[in-house]
């Protein structure tokens, strides 16, 4: 039905209303059903006198009753059904194809992408038809046609790609496929975002398609959000924050460290005619250089995440000038243009007070990272050996030339220098002044854009030598160098053979002048592996990726397809280079989804001509069963009415008696079946506690978190059967103030902030329960909220709801759990104990030590040693959590290599240490023993 998502399996039927306003007419002309009285000769005397009466009819209201009645019946027989499943253009036998969008854009709805595709397959499983799959970000896939149930489950292997994908390409091996194939139906399950050449896929789309059924899924999910383009500037961090289309809509980005700890947050709003905005962090300096990812909350695709590296910090650069103080003027002193320039990215530091040497050896003391000397001539040799020293520490040091330089002699430049320079009029003379030649694509400044107008007058001339072509970093259009560099050491020494200001050159009046100088400045983060173009000890440095974000937003390892790539690399994400971190764990390098100038789109697809249908989250409900409940209710209720009609009121009351005990004897089995029902459940949970080992959790009645935890309860299962020889049947969700929980060994208790405490009877069970040698995993799940410093972790919400919980429990004392404890090798040997999160602490009885005990040494303990609590705040169950295809539920934080796996073994190493109890540590005990047994 338009405007509503209901369709009828046999809409003709709905004809058959049409009849209601006939039956109205029918019922209101017959008669009720006449009334039987006892016969009275007396009372006929009292009639004898005739009368006119108007023959009794049927009240409108039972009628109408009736009339709603009927309704029910013809509607259910129609066949209803709420939210039907996603339909094609027409019935038809031809094979089905489906195009889908598989890139960053479609992750964060990507469930129900999979889902509209699945039911399109069984649709087609059913009417056996053939099926094609075709992700739009695999050009070379081969397309074939395969069985419904085969492209059921090669569905379930599709995971959306971390990057924009690019659908022309796919075009020609989609119209390969179709020419072979013939007629066939086609579905296209769009994300609805033109990252890019979107108009150009439609068109072709439109000629490659023909006249084929079309049918176009768009519209029904969320909009997705993106993040681009963050600057570190002077007074805060900004990211640029994207969507598709319009509205109203706020919302939070979060900053974390290189550890995934939280750092801020920045809200961002969108006006509603805007597909832009922004998020600022307003943090310390310090602070924002901590940052290392920003990423949207609630939204899961690796567009939504921003990785920064050491090229996003806003370093301290020191700036020294050798012009005199009385004859540098503010806007004629060669530091104006420097200051200006660097001031969007850096915290510039001007040396203007005392000798040029003086304000060296301050920013020297300071460990500045990058130094800029404007015009500095000679300089003692105890300042040059500490700029050399510092310089082979990773520092940068960058020269601009003017009369000082032109006639001083050291050897912190790149390149050897003639002395007295080239100028107009000079005696190396120009005719005209000379424009700026095209940047290499091999030097530090390729991609940057020429600007026509600007031209040099004078420059300081480099010696011509064997190496001079590889320290040119720029030249001019007759040849000769205009910005030179190498690498000596860890660090960079770079000259501009021009003067900072415009005496010579109206370069630091241009933008490309701004960019030079970012390029460079970015280039300090890299130093002990310069960018291409830097000669010296190291050339062009090839960084392999060290892990990789997949679709949804998640750390992981990198894919076999990943590819090394240069360590000045500044483009998008590419399917050979996925977004992640790349080169040492020290200072990786960022490679995002988005450029800082990409933005997205709504993908316009009115040119193709066919049938719109939109995603729909919800399950399909027939809608049969409850009209005919209803109409069966209502032909009781009319029945009943009818009865108390005929009978009389007054009648019925005299036979209340006789009513109430009828209700007595119909009501009493139904409350002796309910107590059976309940008995019967009851023993129902029993049997299947005990026919199998199972792991529980405590159902908190908060729908994410316990779904959630489901989930990561069923990926342990799976994960103890596949790695152990343990077999677990399907994990049980307990309420405690209910259910028995002797039947399980751990019971895994998921603490929800600002859940009410448990009643006395669920504290009670659970008391006994530990005390009965039963474990119980409390875990807080908020390793990443808890404030730095000692306490912190104490602190949080769900800390505090825990308390609240064990305050009525006897809890024995906690420790961390240490080195040396059977925790850490029941089956796996493990340091700690990760989950979702790495930086919280897991938490267990004490164990005895020293005199504390009688026979300390002994490993058994009462209860077998077993704690009979465990804390943890590290979110087990949200790493454990698996999505039906097999894929993780949750990203991880901060995503190290093997995280997920290693929070697996937690799990398996917690799941053993309740079954087993301490065996393993006789293993640590054995010698001991073995003497014992020998004495």
């Known amino acids: 039905m338009a405007g509503l998502p209901l369709s009828f399996a046999e809409p003709m039927l709905l004809l058959g209303l049409l009849s209601l306003p006939v039956l109205w007419w029918v019922l209101r002309v017959m008669p009720p059903r006449p009334r039987r009285l006892e016969f009275p000769p007396t009372r006929l005397l009292f009639d004898i006198a005739p009368r006119e009466e108007t023959p009794a009819r049927t009240p409108w209201w039972l009628t109408a009753l009736r009339l709603m009645a009927a309704a029910l019946v013809i509607l259910a027989a129609a066949g209803p059904v709420w939210n039907p499943q996603t339909g094609l253009a027409a019935a038809t036998r031809a094979p089905l194809v489906i195009l889908l969008d598989d890139g960053w854009s479609a992750a964060s709805s990507w469930d129900i992408r999979i889902k509209a595709a699945d039911e399109l397959v069984a649709k087609a499983d059913n009417d056996r038809r053939g099926v094609a799959l075709i992700p739009l970000s695999e050009p070379a896939r081969d397309i074939t046609m395969m069985t419904g149930g085969t492209a059921r489950v090669t569905l379930r292997q599709f995971v959306p790609k971390p990057y924009s994908i690019e659908r022309v390409e796919t075009l020609p091996a989609i119209e390969r496929f179709l020419k072979a194939t013939g007629d066939c139906e086609i579905a296209w399950l769009s994300d609805g975002v033109d990252t890019g050449r979107g108009q150009e896929f439609v068109e072709g789309l439109t000629k490659t398609i023909a006249d084929r059924s079309l049918t176009i899924f768009e519209g029904g999910t969320p909009a997705p959000l993106a993040l681009a383009g963050a600057e570190n500037a002077a007074a805060n961090m900004a990211v640029k924050v994207l969507r598709r289309d319009g509205g109203a809509v706020a919302g939070v980005v979060r900053a974390l460290d290189q550890k995934g700890s939280p750092i801020g947050e920045a809200r961002y709003a969108f006006a509603p005619q805007l597909r832009e905005t922004e998020a600022a962090f307003d943090l310390p300096v310090e602070l924002r250089n901590d940052i290392a990812r920003l990423e949207i909350a609630g939204e899961r695709s690796a567009g939504a995440v921003q990785l920064l590296d050491k090229r996003w910090w806003r370093r301290a650069i020191g700036i020294v000038s050798g012009a005199t103080s009385d004859t540098a003027q503010p806007l004629?002193?060669?530091?104006?243009?420097?200051?200006?320039?660097?001031?969007?990215?850096?915290?510039?530091?001007?040396?203007?007070?005392?000798?040029?040497?003086?304000?060296?050896?301050?920013?020297?003391?300071?460990?500045?990272?990058?130094?800029?000397?404007?015009?500095?001539?000679?300089?003692?040799?105890?300042?040059?050996?500490?700029?050399?020293?510092?310089?082979a520490q990773g520092g940068v040091l960058v020269r601009f030339a003017g009369p000082h330089l032109a006639q001083a002699d050291d050897d912190l430049v790149p390149v050897k220098l003639r002395h007295g320079g080239r100028s107009l009029g000079g005696s190396l003379t120009w005719e005209k002044p000379q424009h700026l030649a095209a940047f290499t694509a091999e030097g530090p400044f390729s991609g940057l854009g020429v600007p026509k107008d600007?031209?040099?007058?004078?420059?300081?001339?480099?010696?011509?030598?064997?190496?001079?072509?590889?320290?040119?970093?720029?030249?001019?259009?007759?040849?000769?160098?205009?910005?030179?560099?190498e690498h000596r050491g860890k660090g960079i020494v770079s000259l501009f053979h021009v003067s900072a200001d415009m005496r010579w050159s109206d370069l630091p009046m241009s933008g490309t002048f701004v960019?030079?100088?970012r390029r460079i400045v970015d280039m300090s983060g890299y130093t002990s592996r310069p960018g291409a173009g830097v000669a010296g000890e190291a050339t062009a440095e090839m960084v392999a990726p060290l892990h990789t974000l997949d679709g949804f937003g998640a750390f992981g390892p990198p894919p076999s397809t990943a590819k090394p790539l240069q360590a000045d690399f500044r483009d998008r994400a590419t399917p050979d280079h996925p977004p992640g971190f790349y080169g040492p764990a020290d200072g990786p390098l960022a490679v995002n989804t988005l450029a800082a100038a990409d933005r997205i789109a709504p993908i316009d697809t009115s040119p193709l001509r066919g049938q719109r249908a939109s995603y729909s989250n919800a399950e399909p409900r027939d809608l049969r069963g409850m009209l005919l409940s209803g109409s069966l209710a209502l032909f009781l209720i009319d029945a009943t009415i009818v009865a108390l009609l005929g009978v009389g009121i007054a009648s019925l009351l005299r036979r209340r008696t006789a009513a109430a005990a009828l209700a007595f004897v119909l009501i009493a089995p139904g409350i002796l079946a309910t107590s059976r029902q309940a008995r019967a459940e009851n023993d129902d949970f029993a049997i299947k506690a005990t026919s199998q080992t199972r792991l529980a959790y405590v159902v908190t009645g908060n729908a994410d978190v316990d779904s959630i935890v489901q989930a990561g309860m069923a990926g342990l299962t799976l994960f103890l059967a596949q790695r152990t020889a343990l077999e677990t049947g399907d994990?049980?969700?307990?309420?405690?103030?209910?259910?028995?929980?002797?039947?399980?060994?751990?019971?895994?208790?998921?603490?929800?902030?600002?859940?009410?405490?448990?009643?006395?009877?669920?504290?009670?069970?659970i008391d006994a329960y530990m005390k009965q040698g039963g474990t119980v995993l409390f875990d807080t799940r908020d390793a990443i909220e808890a404030a730095p410093g000692d306490g912190g972790a104490a602190q949080t919400p769900a800390m505090l709801a825990l308390r609240n919980i064990l305050s009525s429990l006897e809890v024995p004392?906690?420790?961390?759990?240490?080195?040396?404890?059977?925790?850490?090798?029941?089956?796996?040997?493990?340091?700690d104990f990760p989950g979702r999160f790495v930086s919280g602490q897991t938490w267990v009885e004490v164990l005895p030590r020293g005199e504390e005990e009688e026979d300390a040494s002994r490993p058994a303990r009462g209860g077998d040693g077993v704690s009979p609590i465990i804390i943890t705040s590290n979110d087990f169950a949200g790493a454990w959590a698996i999505r039906p295809d097999g894929q993780p539920m949750l990203p991880l934080t901060p995503g190290e290599p093997r995280q997920r796996e290693f929070a697996f073994r937690s799990g398996v190493n917690v799941v053993m240490y309740t079954l087993t109890g301490n065996y393993k540590a006789d293993l640590v005990h054995a010698p001991a023993l073995i003497e014992r047994l020998g004495q």
């Open 332 to 391: 004629l002193a060669s530091t104006f243009y420097l200051t200006r320039a660097l001031a969007p990215f850096a915290d510039v530091r001007l040396g203007d007070r005392g000798a040029p040497q003086q304000v060296i050896t301050q920013f020297l003391d300071q460990k500045l990272p990058m130094i800029v000397l404007a015009d500095v001539g000679t300089l003692s040799p105890e300042i040059r050996e500490r700029i050399s020293g510092w310089i």
């Open 454 to 485: 600007v031209t040099v007058t004078r420059q300081v001339l480099a010696e011509p030598d064997s190496v001079l072509a590889t320290k040119t970093w720029a030249t001019l259009e007759d040849g000769t160098p205009l910005v030179t560099g």
């Open 515 to 517: 960019e030079m100088l």
């Open 731 to 765: 994990p049980v969700g307990v309420d405690p103030a209910h259910d028995e929980l002797a039947f399980f060994p751990l019971i895994y208790w998921p603490v929800v902030p600002g859940a009410a405490k448990p009643p006395q009877d669920a504290i009670n069970r």
């Open 813 to 831: 004392e906690l420790e961390p759990v240490p080195r040396e404890h059977v925790l850490t090798k029941t089956f796996y040997l493990l340091r």
